[in-house]
Structure formats: C-alpha cells, structure tokens
C-alpha cells in the first residue's frame, strides 16, 4: 500500500464525517486555560447563554468527573451545538476550543447536531 492511502486511511479513521460530508466538531474547555476563567465561561453559558447544563447536575450523567474543566467542556459544547449555525461559536473569551473526536466519556454523551 502506498503512503498516501495509509495516510487516507488514518484521517479517516480519526476524524468522524456525518452523514451530510461535513466534519463532526465538537466544543470543549481549552486545558491552558486557567480555573477562575473556565468558570466564568461556564457560569454565562449555563445562564445567559442557554446550554442545557442539566447533566452536569449532582447526581446526573455528566457530573463527575467533578472538575471546572470537565463541567465547561460539557456546558461549551452544549452551547456550541445548540447555537452554532445561528452563529454561535466556540470561542468563550478564547477559553474553550473546537475537536473532531467525540469527546464523549462513560455514560457521558456529548451532544452533536449536524
């Protein structure tokens, strides 16, 4: 095989394509960012903003685990997929950013809306 259909094959096999051939993203908390600032994203995104913040609720699907960062990531990409294509995006004040693999955990699941 050559190295270009190896290579064809490896991009395929890490990034998902839906059904429309677009690229599956998803939105998450940014690991540089700091703690003080992912929680100030987070707090605009499960009020003003509107995510759907429930299952990071005590005692839901997506609380633990218990961290700022993992409660962001959620509460960005609920945001993001709800909004995104009435110009929503993923920015947070540049503390979050855009993935291609599911970031999808346990009984976690991360939304996607294509």
Not at 18 to 45: F, K, R, Y
Not at 71 to 100: D, E, L, P, R, W
């Amino acid at each position: 095989m050559s190295r270009s259909f190896l290579a064809l094959l490896l991009f395929m096999f890490l990034t998902k394509i839906s059904v429309n051939g677009q690229l599956e993203e998803w939105c998450i908390a940014d690991e540089q960012t700091p703690d003080t600032e992912l929680q100030v994203a987070l707090d605009w995104a499960c009020g003003k903003g509107g995510a759907d913040c429930s299952k990071i609720q005590k005692d839901q699907s997506c609380y633990y685990p218990n961290t700022v960062r993992d409660h962001a990531s959620y509460a960005f990409n609920s945001y993001f997929q709800k909004y995104k294509k009435k110009g929503g995006t993923c920015f947070f004040n540049n503390a979050a950013m855009v993935i291609q693999v599911d970031p999808s955990h346990n009984s976690c699941h991360y939304e996607y809306m294509p």
